[in-house]
């Protein structure tokens, strides 16, 4: 299993856009293929986990990338994975009262979108991320069905 994670800044208006209509788009195609992970918006800043088959996901990121509805400004390979952390997501939209319910409310703030490589250091952000995904997974309990 590979993973990756990105974070994008959106180029629509925030009262233009339809997230939830995105993510249930999104998890119909995903399911088809075989992809599974979730998805973050706050305050014009996207964040999403990706995971699946190398192939499949590599060449999902690409189309991903291409949607002029946004801007993808950082991007990480997470690796290879035993198995799924999101087994059961095709894709979740997850909301910042989700992200509380999780007490994880804080975590957009710090989010891909502000790190920096050079300043983190690379295996410390896959780290961090793999981290943030172990933790949403545990705590799926306190969601609501999707
Ligand atoms: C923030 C964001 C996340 C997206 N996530 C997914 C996704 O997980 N899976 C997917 O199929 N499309 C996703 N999309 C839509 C794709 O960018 C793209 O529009 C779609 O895959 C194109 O499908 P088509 O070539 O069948 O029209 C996302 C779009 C945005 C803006």
């Not at 009262?97 to 804080?106: A, G, K, N, Q």
């Amino acid at each position: 299993m590979f993973a990756i994670a990105y974070a994008s800044y959106s180029t629509v208006d925030a009262g233009k856009l339809d997230l939830d209509g995105i993510a249930r788009e999104a998890a119909v195609k995903n399911a088809a293929l075989g992809i599974t992970g979730y998805l973050c918006y706050d305050h014009g800043v996207f964040f999403q986990y990706l995971e699946g088959e190398r192939h499949t996901v590599l060449e999902l990121m690409d189309s991903i990338e291409k949607d002029p509805q946004h801007d993808v400004i950082n991007k990480v390979i997470l690796g290879e994975y035993d198995q799924r952390v999101f087994p059961d997501w095709s894709m979740r939209y997850l909301n910042r009262s989700d992200l509380r319910r999780v007490d994880l409310e804080h975590v957009l703030e710090h989010s891909l979108f502000h790190m920096d490589s050079k300043l983190y250091g690379q295996e410390n952000i896959v780290a961090l991320i793999r981290a943030l995904a172990a933790n949403i997974a545990a705590r799926q309990a306190h969601l609501k069905a999707a």
